[in-house]
């Protein structure tokens, strides 16, 4: 009778270990669901708001301008930012605000990314702490779940930072 | 001759519900846990390749205990290369976040390590693309710390953190002067 219970546990620890897997898998090579808070992507991204982020463009390399990704934030690596990528390496990207009489430009250094969010009042992003790594970039935002009067694909950028590639 | 389309159709059966255990279960166990690499280049001589290409060491990179972002000074770490991401780097770590750091060929003469960084260098000077070159690197892009060398053979030996005395930091912001009694 022992040996039944034993046989049963250790099957359903194997069964545990098997769907943990696939579910480690799947969030990280095809994608997940992530909770913004914080108010630096709006209109775009509100408070509260629930996407779906997919790693597949991560991983074979294919962000590109205009898309919002998650990333790991560089001065705390346990939390995320979710921002809009301005820039990729090599770009031109305006680093004065539109304010600002005089216009400032720098290129974005090999293997980085300029990141800024949509609402430019309310973010912190890559005008405070420079160009950011590719490698902390966790997955590309491409569908809004909630909430529901604003399902679906998410708006390209309000603002005209995006200085289009020669 | 049904007899053996059973047989097949079993076989074939069998095969896909491994492959589903087994795949998924195998990339969990890299992510996660532990994985081997072998080291190319000369700038962790003569701690890891002193012979050169003639015989590249291989180490086993411990995931696991990285999960939290907590590594020490003197670890070997592998780190995703901030300037090409498709490329892994592995380096010493000399300074964490708060320490000060005299520099050997960067831009700054002395850097203070900002939050959520750390400083690394290779141990053959001159030889290593490291943050003497870009800088302070993020705690995110950490990917492993190599614990032990398992091969060649005779190399086989556990990797002890250790920082070269002449690279130690000047001083600790958060913790004060290191020559405190």
Redo the contacts between chains.
Sequence with gaps: MFRRVLVKTLGLVGVT??Y???A??TF??IGEFVLCSGPSMEPTITNHDLIFSERLSRHF?RIEKGDIVIA???????MNICKRVIGLEGDKVCTSSPSDVFKAHIYV????VWLEGDNLRNSTDSRTYGPV????IRGRVCLKLWPPHSFGTLSKSPNKRIIPSE | MAQRAGLGHRYIRAFISGF??A???T??AL??LAYVARVEGASMQPSLNPQGQSSSDVVLLNRWSVR??QVQRGDIVSV???????QKIIKRVIGLEGDVIKTRGYKNRYVKV????FWIEGDHHGHSMDSNTFGPV?????HGRASHIIWPPSRWQRIEPSVPAERMPLLNVNEGSDDQD
């Design positions: 270990i098997q943990g897997c696939i480690h898998c990280e090579y390399y790991k934030s560089p001065f705390d690596p346990k250094p090999k293997g980085h790594p590719y490698a902390l | 589903f255990v795949v998924p279960v990339v969990t992510d996660r939290n972002y995703l290369s901030p300037k090409n991401p498709q900002p939050d959520g960084h993020s705690l995110g892009l950490i």
